[in-house]
Every structure is written in C-alpha cells, then in structure tokens.
C-alpha cells in the first residue's frame, strides 16, 4: 500500500473515531428516551441482552422513557405483563402503542366524537377512554387496528360507512404480521383493501408518522431536542426520529443490517451493535 493510500485509510479511522466521540459527547445531552420494543428491547419473548439493565439505569436515574409499539392489538398493562415474562420490568404507564397515539390524535381531532371500530381490546379501550363513541351508525371516524382475525362484516361496514362520509383512520401500515404457522395479513393490507373499495386512503398515525413519536413526546411532557429515539427498522424508527427532530439510535439486534441502511439516503446519528452500548459500564 502507497503512503497516500495509508494516510487515506489512516484519516477515514481518525474521521470515524472522531464521529464516535461526538456522537457519545451528543448522546450525553439526551434527557428522554423513546425506544422500539421488538428487535431493540426483546427478540422472540426473550429479553435482548442489555435491555433490562438499560431500563433499569432509566429507571433509578428517573430518566423519561417510554416503550413504542405499532401494535394496536394489546392494551400497556398486557404489554407490561408480556415484557415482565421476558424479563423486563417496564411500568403499564411507560408504554405507548399506536393504539393510544390514534386515540389522542382522535380527541385532539373531534372531542367527544364517534368512531367506528375494526380491531380488539387495545384499541377499543383506549378509543373508549379518549372520550369517544363506539357506533355503526353516522360514526365521525372508521378507525382500522390490528385483529387477529379480520371479519368480513365488520370491513364490508367499515367501507359502506367511508363511502357515506365516516374519516378513514388507520393505526399504522404494517401490512403483514407473524404468527407460529407463518406471516398473516395486518392493518395495511386490510387498509389497502377498503381504500380499493372506496377510493379513499386512511391517515395513517403509527410509526413511520411523527406523529406518533409526538404524541409519546407530549405524554412525557418533553421535547424533541434533548430526546432520543432507539430502534432497528430504518423506514419507521429512524425516518420518523429524524422527522421529529430527534437523536436517532440504530441497533442491530433486530431487522437491519449494513446493507439495509445503505439503501437509504438518511442516517441515525449512531449505529449501535444492541441497547447493551447504552448502558453505563
């Protein structure tokens, strides 16, 4: 190797070394936390390594978190008995699913309006506790969450309703969801379906929205310089941080690679092995 090419090779070590120590210095400035649950906190019902002791330190330092979900179809306090089987403690309040943040959308919306319903408990009782109506008929709202199973009645209603005026509303996109005997249909292919049906395209409140990061902002009483958000999907987690203006936090305990990121024109501020890099030695 050419001298030039060694001093090449010695800068780009030198540059990266130095993004590191900014990054780290940057990362001290973070006052809250948001993070993804799968891929980032648990892998399969097994706590990541690293993942309790991160909320643990979150914890006794009485830093603001919270846990983030697309997932609309289990309410905090299932979610925080599912987490506690796998070893992580995290409180039902510091859980923030795209269920809740379409229920605060909706009251800021329309206060006191009604809404018709196509999904289970998570969604219908945080709906129930924005204040709202649940009803079939000249509802304000169709609002989609994630089922475990979709009934054909409920769609063909959600869509006579929408072709009657009902706002289409959809907790997040996530078109296909895991089960043991392989991937089910979820929230976006049913979406796709009504919006073929009707012409009309829902908003969409879930990750990779701000949104949704905003509303788990303003339940913590933050703001989004001086907040973090950590996860391992480039096209919801870290587009949706970099929109709302966060610190961005890429771990590859989940679904991203290297090639995954290269894929996009966007970065995280940092890209971390697993949650276990942010825990303080």
């Given at each position: 190797?050419?001298?030039?090419?060694t001093?090449?090779?010695?800068?780009?070590?030198?540059?990266?070394?130095?993004s590191?120590?900014?990054?780290t210095?940057?990362?001290?400035?973070?006052?809250?936390?948001?993070?993804?649950?799968d891929?980032?906190?648990?892998?399969?019902?097994?706590?990541?390594?690293?993942?309790?002791?991160?909320i643990?330190?979150?914890?006794?330092?009485?830093i603001?978190?919270?846990?983030?979900?697309?997932?609309?179809?289990y309410?905090?306090?299932?979610?925080?008995?599912?987490?506690?089987?796998?070893?992580?403690e995290?409180?039902e309040?510091?859980?923030?699913?795209?269920?809740l943040?379409?229920?605060?959308?909706?009251?800021?919306?329309?206060?006191?309006?009604s809404?018709?319903?196509?999904?289970?408990?998570?969604?219908?009782?945080a709906?129930?506790e924005?204040?709202?109506?649940?009803?079939d008929?000249?509802?304000?709202?169709?609002?989609?969450g994630?089922?475990?199973?979709?009934?054909?009645?409920?769609?063909?209603?959600?869509?006579?309703?929408?072709?009657?005026?009902?706002r289409?509303?959809?907790?997040n996109?996530?078109?296909?969801?895991?089960?043991?005997?392989g991937?089910l249909?979820?929230t976006?292919?049913?979406a796709?379906?009504i919006?073929?049906?009707?012409?009309r395209?829902?908003?969409?409140v879930g990750?990779?929205n701000?949104?949704?990061?905003r509303?788990a902002l303003n339940?913590?009483?933050v703001?989004?310089?001086?907040?973090?958000?950590?996860?391992?999907?480039?096209?919801t987690?870290?587009?949706a941080?970099i929109?709302?203006g966060?610190h961005?936090v890429?771990v590859?305990?989940?679904?991203?690679?290297q090639?995954e990121i290269?894929?996009?024109?966007?970065?995280?501020?940092?890209?971390?092995?697993?949650?276990?890099?942010l825990?303080?030695?």
């Amino acid at each position: 190797m050419s001298n030039k090419e060694t001093n090449k090779e010695t800068s780009k070590e030198t540059s990266k070394e130095t993004s590191k120590k900014d990054n780290t210095a940057s990362r001290r400035n973070i006052k809250s936390w948001l993070t993804d649950m799968d891929g980032v906190l648990v892998h399969e019902n097994k706590a990541i390594p690293g993942a309790s002791e991160l909320i643990n330190q979150w914890r006794e330092r009485e830093i603001p978190f919270l846990v983030l979900t697309n997932n609309s179809i289990y309410t905090p306090r299932d979610l925080s008995a599912r987490l506690r089987q796998s070893g992580l403690e995290v409180p039902e309040d510091k859980i923030w699913t795209s269920a809740l943040a379409t229920a605060s959308f909706l009251r800021d919306q329309a206060p006191g309006g009604s809404a018709f319903v196509v999904g289970e408990a998570g969604l219908t009782t945080a709906i129930h506790e924005a204040g709202f109506i649940m009803t079939d008929t000249k509802p304000d709202y169709v609002v989609l969450g994630e089922t475990r199973s979709y009934s054909f009645e409920a769609i063909t209603k959600a869509i006579r309703l929408i072709l009657q005026g009902a706002r289409f509303i959809c907790t997040n996109p996530d078109a296909t969801g895991p089960s043991q005997e392989g991937v089910l249909p979820a929230t976006g292919a049913i979406a796709a379906l009504i919006t073929e049906a009707t012409g009309r395209k829902p908003y969409i409140v879930g990750k990779p929205n701000p949104m949704m990061f905003r509303s788990a902002l303003n339940k913590l009483g933050v703001h989004s310089d001086g907040a973090g958000m950590i996860g391992d999907r480039m096209d919801t987690d870290i587009v949706a941080g970099i929109e709302a203006g966060m610190h961005t936090v890429l771990v590859l305990s989940g679904i991203a690679d290297q090639a995954e990121i290269e894929r996009y024109p966007f970065r995280p501020r940092e890209i971390l092995s697993s949650v276990a890099e942010l825990v303080d030695k």
